[in-house]
């Protein structure tokens, strides 16, 4: 069986942020919506249950991009459930969090908050999948082995013990695990943040939200000042081996994927097609378009890779639709800029 059988691919279409003026003279730009993707993968066999999420924190790269590239993995035993770019908006701008830090948002949210559908949606899937564990992956400052208020390397438990959750044993299986094959090695940071004082903040994060549910959950953080892209994605990897062993998850092409990420991270070139007053017409790069006043532009497609988005260029990045007369955007993979285009107004 094709492994696309496997992929159901669902998502929900958010609520839309407009921002209005008083005019048609100028031109007027609908963006499609950012949704929150989620990607399900089975395997045959039955096994574990594993939820992971990448991109709470927008400039953790490697956490999500390898998150990303297990969506199209060989699974042949138990289900993964992948929400790659929980902050999409965070992404696009390449910032730890657009609207503020969302990892800090999980107990209480306000309504007004544009992470506030991201958020909800999140913790709607997990209370209706409930898997078996929940594994939120960051990109980290520093090497905690080496300072002891670094997050990179580590996997990071809230307790020693949690209800039934052996979170330290567990913990202590993956880092051994990974520190067979890792570099830079591996520690394991407990936040306490049920019984101690000094990690409190981290009963609003996801993790804790998760245990207070009664669902498992660890993070495992990279480090942000490994040299490339490959290590830290390489690091997730190495973390995540450990965590499927536990969970009962196989896929077939797990440890090639590891050994080849560059081979992996080359995706084809996005294809632009925008709906300018009905009519479709393919952008190319540093095109630049003249369109009459008045008109209504839409993203038809973007065909590419997941993540590909258009980027208006000094607008704020939670507004859907909006009008202006003379303005840059970038098609953007991610944190990074494909190509580039101009629309004015004549
Ligand atoms: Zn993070």
Redesign the pocket.
């Known amino acids: 069986m094709n492994r696309r059988d496997f992929i159901k691919f669902s998502s929900l279409v958010l609520f839309s942020t407009t921002a209005f003026a008083k005019s048609d003279s100028k031109l007027f730009i609908k963006l499609p919506p950012k949704k929150l993707n989620y990607y399900h993968i089975k395997g045959k066999q039955k096994g574990g249950r594993v939820l992971l999420i990448g991109g ?2 927008g400039n ?1 790269i490697g956490a999500y991009k390898a998150s990303d590239l297990l969506i199209d993995s060989e699974i042949t035993k138990g289900e993964l459930l992948i929400i790659p770019r929980t902050n999409f908006t965070s992404i696009l701008a390449n910032v730890r969090g657009y609207n503020g830090d969302m ?1 800090r948002k999980f107990e209480n949210i306000s309504e007004q908050d544009p992470d506030y559908y991201y958020v909800e949606a999140l913790k709607n899937i997990i209370l209706s999948y409930k898997p078996d564990v929940v594994i939120s992956m ?3 400052y520093g090497f905690a082995n080496k300072n002891k208020r670094a997050w990179g390397q580590s996997i990071v438990i809230d307790e020693i013990v949690y209800k039934n959750f052996k979170l330290y044993k567990n913990a202590r299986f993956v880092m051994d695990e990974a520190n067979k094959i890792v570099k830079n090695k591996i520690s394991i940071i407990n936040t306490k943040t049920f019984s101690g004082f000094y990690h409190q903040e981290q009963k609003k994060a996801l993790t804790g939200w998760c245990l207070k549910n009664g669902i498992e959950a660890y993070c495992i953080e990279a480090s942000k000042q490994l040299e490339s892209l490959e290590d830290k994605i390489y690091t997730h990897f190495a973390m995540l081996k450990g965590f499927f062993e536990l969970y009962k998850i196989e896929i077939k092409n797990f440890d090639d994927i590891a050994e080849n990420i560059n081979k992996y991270l080359i995706l084809k070139k996005p294809r632009l097609v925008l709906d300018i007053n009905g009519r479709k017409i393919e952008v190319k790069n540093r095109e630049i378009l003249k369109v009459k006043r008045g008109s209504v532009i839409e993203v038809t497609e973007i065909d590419g890779h997941r993540g590909d988005y258009l980027v208006p260029r000094g607008v704020n990045l939670n507004w859907r639709s909006f009008h202006f007369s003379n303005l840059n955007f970038d098609i953007k993979r991610d944190y990074e800029k494909i190509f580039s285009i101009n629309i004015k107004r004549i």
Do not use: A
Request: hydrophobic share 15%; proline share 0%.
């Open positions: 709470i924190h953790e990892n960051h990109d980290g």
